[in-house]
Structure formats: structure tokens, C-alpha cells
């Protein structure tokens, strides 16, 4: 009995620290409207989430340049897409390449409550 009470207790502690990681990851939301990406720039972790939120009625898109992403916004639709690697991701629109934007993604997330 000491070892199934033991086994759960360990399953609830995983349960919650994993659920502890989830809740400090955020979604980082970047404007498209008239032809650009607002902000930019914007500075992520790994397991954060950009979010592309469109105004405009024509589609766009979110093309990495590292080939990490290729999202279609459709017209005020959205697109998004959950970080996997440190570093920093030029994208652009394939359909207006003047659109251009960055996302700099750190490698751990800071402990919550202190962004």
C-alpha cells in the first residue's frame, strides 16, 4: 500500500510540475495589417506561441526563412505556430516580401511571475 501511495504521490507531483511549464508559456500576439507585421520584432522562449492576427482582407502569409514555418493568414483570419529552437527567425510574407519580420527565441523561460 506505502508503495501505490508513494507512485501516486510522484505522478501528481509530475502532473504538476508539468502543468507548472505549460501555464509559463505565453502567446505572443503580432499584428498584419496594411501590409506589415506589427511589432516586427518581438523576443520569445522555446514553447512560447506567435500568434498572427490579421485585419486585412487579403491573405498573407508567415514564411521562416530557416524553413522553420510556412503559415498562411487567411483574410482576418489567424495563423500561429509553438517555438522549438533558440535563435533568430527572419520571416516575411511569400505574397508581399516587403512584409518582413523577426522573432528572437531565448532558450529556457524564466520562472513564472517573473516576466
Not at 508503495?3 to 505549460?22: E, H, K, P, T
Not at 520569445?44 to 486585412?56: K, P
Not at 530557416?66 to 533558440?86: A, H
Request: glycine fraction near 6%.
Amino acid at each position: 500500500m506505502v508503495s501505490r501511495f508513494c507512485a501516486a504521490g510522484s505522478l501528481a507531483g509530475l502532473m504538476v510540475f508539468a502543468s507548472a511549464l505549460d501555464s509559463a508559456a505565453e502567446t505572443i500576439r503580432v499584428a498584419v495589417a496594411q501590409l506589415s507585421f506589427t511589432p516586427a520584432q518581438v523576443s520569445a522562449h522555446v514553447g512560447d506561441t506567435i500568434e498572427w492576427v490579421s485585419t486585412d482582407f487579403i491573405a498573407h502569409t508567415t514564411t521562416a526563412r530557416s524553413k522553420e514555418w510556412d503559415i498562411t493568414i487567411p483574410p482576418k483570419g489567424t495563423g500561429s505556430v509553438v517555438l522549438k529552437s533558440v535563435g533568430a527567425i527572419d520571416y516575411y510574407c511569400r505574397f508581399h516580401p516587403n512584409m518582413k519580420g523577426r522573432v528572437i527565441v531565448e532558450d529556457k523561460l524564466p520562472p513564472p511571475g517573473a516576466r
